[in-house]
């Protein structure tokens, strides 16, 4: 149990702030990107679920062999009045963090869920008013904005892809096309599943290094999937133009926002682009670009065996310290 | 028979065209006129059109915080709370912010990008 407690600590410890950090700055993840999605929804899931791990057996160490016995001796303490005199301070303080911090993670992720779909609601009903559907069908709206924007609002069957005015005047059929293959790839795919997720584990973790990293890592490996996806069905000349077109013509600091009467909201934002998301924002966009226009081949076969192995050990071995030595005891 | 949806949509056109708060029976009369110009001289479908659902559409506008009504008058007359050009500046908003939470709501093609970077992209294609 003792070794277990350490073992389980080190491994949140390394998956909290170095490996996220030398993932953050690997090249490879432009490569093989649903790979690096992989290893990056690992990365948090294994986090947690050793850092919870950690607590629960170091705090269950003098009630119980293995992780189920003291989950029982526990029960047994909680619901029973059974003496709580083995706990001593520590212990009694890791389980209760241990506790706290999983009812955060959930309430966190529930809250994020509720407030996502009810800002997604109103911004449905208002389109509803404020946008016509296009002649592509009723997936697709246009709204009347001269500057050239495009972007999907998730929502099951009543999912849409918006494109400006200024957008549909400014780009090529081909091109459009392109656009709309990549907003339908974020949506089949089911990216905003993942962008909730680590948008909610953000939130509830705003001070460890791996909550930032891997949001801003997500977000920009969903961008360039889904280009791999519009990649397969129109030329790249035609999506790296649409790229460039959209970056160049949404001037994303002053103009648009200023053009919209929000001057409070530039201000912040263009002051300090390194502090806020706009610059994680813009380095995808880069970087989207440069793999782009000069590709580079995904990684060899071995080297993504390799990382999906790490992916499932880094799963299967703290969850089999965790429940295994309950299941033989 | 429109949808309730068109209807909403067809009822804030016309409240937002005439800057001024109507009542129920005046927008009902409204949307009559132009149900029949759309349908021309034989259309008789917009005197289908009940004050009632025109009421209804109206209290659904008004939970969606769409409209408001002046309490004071009778019949009430209803307004819209905000101006077309506010509430698509508020999607705009919503679309181009870039706090971590909103990038969960919806997906951009293009994320914020730098001046200088916008600069690159427009060389890089011989655009300007």
């Known amino acids: 149990m003792f070794w277990t407690s350490w073992f389980l600590a080190v491994l949140a410890i390394a998956l909290a702030w170095p490996v996220p950090i030398l993932l953050s700055r690997a090249q490879w993840p432009a490569r093989s990107p649903f790979t690096a999605m992989l290893l990056w929804q690992t990365i948090a899931l294994a986090g947690g679920l050793s850092m919870i791990g950690a607590m629960l057996v170091y705090g269950l160490e003098p009630v119980g062999d293995n992780l189920l016995a003291g989950l029982r001796s526990l029960a047994g303490m909680v619901f029973n009045n059974a003496p709580t005199t083995a706990l001593g301070f520590w212990h009694i303080f890791a389980l209760s963090a241990a506790a706290l911090l999983t009812a955060h993670l959930v309430f966190t992720l529930l809250l994020t869920y509720y407030k996502i779909q009810r800002q997604r609601r109103r911004h449905r009903e208002l389109l509803a008013l404020l946008a016509s559907p296009s002649a592509d069908g009723p997936q697709t709206m246009v709204i009347n904005v001269d500057s050239p924007v495009a972007y999907c609002l998730p929502g099951g069957a009543r999912s849409v ?3 400006s005015d200024g957008l549909m005047a400014a780009l090529e059929p081909d091109e459009l096309r392109a656009v709309l293959n990549h907003e339908n790839a974020h949506l089949d795919q089911r990216h905003h599943l993942l962008l909730w997720a680590f948008a909610a584990w953000r939130q509830a973790l705003p001070w460890l290094p791996t909550t930032r990293l891997s949001q801003e890592a997500v977000s920009s490996l969903i961008e360039m999937l889904a280009d791999d996806v519009a990649l397969k069905t129109g030329s790249r000349a035609a999506l790296i133009k649409a790229i460039a077109i959209v970056a160049s013509g949404s001037p ?3 103009g648009a926002r200023m053009a919209f009467g929000e001057p409070e909201l530039s201000d ?3 002051g300090q682009p390194g502090a806020t998301g706009g610059a994680g924002s813009a380095r995808t966009t880069a970087s989207r670009v440069s793999r782009l226009l000069s590709p580079q081949p ?5 080297a993504r065996a390799a990382v999906l192995a790490a992916c499932v050990l880094l799963l299967a071995v703290p969850t089999a310290l965790l429940i295994v030595p309950g299941l033989l005891g | ?5 068109e209807l909403e949509r067809a009822v804030m056109d016309l409240l937002w065209a005439g800057h001024e708060a109507a009542t129920a029976n005046t927008l009902r009369d409204l949307l009559a006129q132009n149900t029949r110009a ?4 034989a259309g008789h479908e917009g005197k289908d059109l009940a004050v009632t659902t025109v009421l209804t559409v109206l209290s659904r506008l008004e939970r969606k915080g769409l409209v408001e009504r002046e309490r004071g008058t009778r019949p009430h007359r209803y307004q819209a709370v905000s101006s077309r ?3 698509t500046a508020e999607l705009m908003h919503e679309v181009l912010g870039s706090a ?5 709501v919806l997906a951009r093609f293009i994320g914020s990008v730098t001046d200088t970077e916008a600069e690159t992209l427009r060389k890089l294609l011989g655009l300007n």
């Open chain 1, 161 to 163: 892809t918006v494109l």
């Open chain 1, 252 to 254: 994303g600091a002053s």
């Open chain 1, 268 to 270: 912040v934002e263009s």
């Open chain 1, 298 to 302: 995904p990684l060899p076969e071995a």
């Open chain 2, 1 to 5: 028979m429109a949808s309730l949806g």
């Open chain 2, 38 to 41: 759309e349908n021309g001289a």
């Open chain 2, 85 to 87: 050009e506010d509430h």
């Open chain 2, 100 to 104: 971590p939470d909103r990038e969960a």
